[in-house]
């Protein structure tokens, strides 16, 4: 019954490497592929779930922890049982993995699991080219992690020029070997490099690149985790908050604080959409998106970093609250748009 069961792919990388961007490119550029999704955030506040688009009553979401952390498979289990059934009739479930998972603890998960339905699919790991080296430096465990996988998405290289674009397929090259490492810009990924029914890593047995030692060792739990080392500060706020205070927190952010995502409610006159927010290392961008039906006008956001202060940036953001945001001039805003992508 091998063929009948649906394939999961884990989708990986590191923080705002790229990964809900190619989820989306994949949902909607399915071709009539039905996929079912799972995506698990850092922090109990899950900014992914809410920027996956549409296919809502396929998506399930996990947050506040780290799916990899998982005492054993029956969380994971639960929510793949849930997609899998063939009430869906789903053709691939993908996993969008938080940014700081330790992916063969997600491979060994899906191994030990008992659902019948599933099989591992594989393991495709995002890359974030510009930050790529950086990451290397903090973290040089990531050399194993892309090793794992199954297909190497080196995203992000509209902001490389064509030179260090080569140098860094090189580099990745050297790292991972065989492994493929396709370039993408916005994760415009074909879907069929993933999906593909004869990809090796879509058979039922341990996936090529792990040894049943290496997976024994994920299992005995005992290796430090990326995660251990960041923390997710969560921020929700009903008040506006002001572009000029919010612009400044952002200007002068701890040195440890890597990523921000979220979306900001400025309620200034003319810019009254509701405001994406992604920082990736020293990246900032603002992008203007409708707010959804009977959405609240409330500002979210979920901060990761290591040795930052909780609530040092919590009342910093408080700091930002702005209770007549109406009130202030549409020029307030300036400092806002000169990051803003429309
Ligand atoms: N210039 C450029 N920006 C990109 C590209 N892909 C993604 N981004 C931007 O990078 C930021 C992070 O993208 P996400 O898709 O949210 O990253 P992620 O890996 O899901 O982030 P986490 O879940 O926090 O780990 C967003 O602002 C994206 O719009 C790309 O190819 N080029």
């Given at each position: 019954?091998?063929?009948?069961?649906?394939?999961?792919?884990?989708?990986?990388?590191?923080?705002?490497?790229?990964?809900?961007?190619?989820?989306?490119?994949?949902?909607?550029?399915?071709?009539?592929?039905?996929?079912?999704?799972?995506?698990?955030?850092?922090?109990?506040?899950?900014?992914?779930?809410?920027s996956v688009a549409g296919h809502v009553d396929s998506t399930v979401s996990l947050s506040?922890?780290?799916?990899?952390?998982?005492?054993?498979?029956?969380?994971?289990?639960?929510?793949?049982?849930?997609?899998?059934?063939?009430?869906?009739?789903?053709?691939?479930?993908?996993?969008?993995?938080?940014?700081?998972?330790?992916?063969?603890?997600?491979?060994?998960?899906?191994?030990?699991?008992?659902?019948?339905?599933?099989?591992?699919?594989?393991?495709?790991?995002?890359?974030?080219?510009?930050?790529?080296?950086?990451?290397?430096?903090?973290?040089?465990?990531?050399?194993?992690?892309?090793?794992?996988?199954?297909?190497?998405?080196?995203?992000?290289?509209?902001?490389?020029?064509?030179?260090?674009?080569?140098?860094?397929?090189?580099?990745?090259?050297?790292?991972?070997?065989?492994?493929?490492?396709?370039?993408?810009?916005?994760?415009?990924?074909?879907?069929?490099?993933?999906?593909?029914?004869?990809?090796?890593?879509?058979?039922?047995?341990?996936?090529?690149?792990?040894?049943?030692?290496?997976?024994?060792?994920?299992?005995?739990?005992?290796?430090?985790?990326?995660?251990?080392?960041?923390?997710?500060?969560?921020?929700?706020?009903?008040?506006?908050?002001?572009?000029?205070?919010?612009?400044?927190?952002?200007?002068?952010?701890?040195?440890?604080?890597?990523?921000?995502?979220?979306?900001?409610?400025?309620?200034?006159?003319?810019?009254?959409?509701?405001?994406?927010?992604?920082?990736?290392?020293?990246?900032?961008?603002?992008?203007?998106?409708?707010?959804?039906?009977?959405?609240?006008?409330?500002?979210?956001?979920?901060?990761?970093?290591?040795?930052?202060?909780?609530?040092?940036?919590?009342?910093?953001?408080?700091?930002?609250?702005?209770?007549?945001?109406?009130?202030?001039?549409?020029e307030s805003m300036l400092c806002v748009l000169r990051h803003t992508q429309h």
């Amino acid at each position: 019954m091998g063929s009948a069961r649906i394939p999961v792919v884990i989708l990986a990388g590191h923080l705002g490497a790229g990964k809900t961007t190619l989820l989306n490119h994949l949902l909607g550029n399915a071709d009539g592929l039905r996929i079912g999704v799972v995506v698990n955030d850092f922090g109990s506040v899950n900014i992914d779930a809410m920027s996956v688009a549409g296919h809502v009553d396929s998506t399930v979401s996990l947050s506040n922890g780290c799916l990899c952390c998982a005492v054993d498979a029956s969380g994971l289990d639960d929510l793949l049982g849930r997609l899998a059934r063939p009430s869906r009739r789903l053709d691939v479930i993908v996993v969008e993995a938080s940014g700081l998972a330790e992916p063969r603890d997600l491979i060994r998960l899906l191994l030990a699991s008992d659902n019948d339905a599933i099989t591992y699919g594989g393991l495709v790991e995002v890359v974030d080219a510009v930050e790529f080296e950086r990451t290397r430096e903090r973290h040089p465990e990531v050399d194993a992690q892309l090793r794992v996988a199954d297909l190497v998405v080196l995203n992000k290289v509209d902001r490389l020029a064509a030179d260090d674009r080569h140098r860094l397929t090189a580099v990745l090259r050297d790292i991972v070997e065989e492994v493929p490492v396709v370039a993408t810009t916005r994760g415009r990924l074909d879907p069929g490099l993933l999906f593909d029914r004869r990809l090796p890593a879509q058979s039922d047995s341990v996936p090529r690149q792990l040894s049943f030692d290496e997976l024994l060792a994920a299992t005995r739990h005992d290796h430090d985790h990326l995660h251990e080392h960041y923390e997710a500060v969560d921020f929700v706020t009903d008040q506006a908050l002001h572009p000029r205070r919010l612009m400044d927190f952002l200007d002068a952010r701890p040195t440890g604080l890597y990523r921000i995502k979220g979306f900001v409610h400025f309620g200034v006159p003319g810019h009254r959409e509701r405001y994406t927010v992604h920082a990736v290392g020293s990246f900032l961008r603002f992008e203007p998106t409708r707010w959804r039906r009977g959405e609240g006008r409330t500002s979210t956001l979920v901060l990761i970093g290591s040795g930052v202060d909780p609530e040092d940036i919590r009342a910093r953001l408080r700091a930002c609250e702005e209770p007549a945001p109406h009130a202030l001039p549409p020029e307030s805003m300036l400092c806002v748009l000169r990051h803003t992508q429309h």
